[in-house]
């Protein structure tokens, strides 16, 4: 299994970015992904999720201003974010969990990528 990240920049506040995850090397359809960021001095928190029949949940932070989607045609997840805050300044990972959607499919453990970094300034 292998995620890999991309898209992160330097943007000015209320700015967007689009981030990608294409994650590799086992069967993506199953799968629920997840979207999380850690921000300096501070825990992995969750941002994002979507499930194998495409339920998305965010947390209160980012409702309303990010947007989970998948392609799995092409093994990719996409993270839209828009009004972005300086808070938002984070690197951003993209994790596959040791568990699929469907009860006999699962991993060895879970997976996570590199990380790709957001940094909100102005």
């Known amino acids: 299994v292998q995620n890999v990240e991309s898209g992160g920049s330097v943007v000015q506040p209320v700015g967007s970015l689009n981030l990608s995850c294409v994650a590799t090397?086992?069967?993506?359809?199953?799968?629920?992904i997840y979207w999380y960021r850690q921000a300096p001095g501070q825990d992995r928190k969750v941002v994002a999720s979507?499930?194998?029949?495409?339920?998305?949940d965010y947390p209160d932070a980012v409702k309303g201003r990010f947007t989970i989607s998948r392609d799995n045609d092409k093994n990719t997840i996409f993270l839209q974010m828009n009004s972005l805050k300086p808070e938002d300044t984070a690197v951003y990972y993209c994790?596959?969990?040791?568990?699929?959607?469907?009860?006999?499919?699962?991993?060895?453990?879970?997976?996570w990528g590199q990380g790709t970094q957001v940094t909100v300034s102005s």
């Open positions: 994790m596959v969990p040791r568990q699929s959607d469907r009860v006999r499919s699962f991993l060895s453990r879970d997976y």
């Open positions: 090397g086992f069967s993506f359809s199953y799968w629920t």
């Open positions: 979507i499930t194998s029949s495409e339920t998305t």
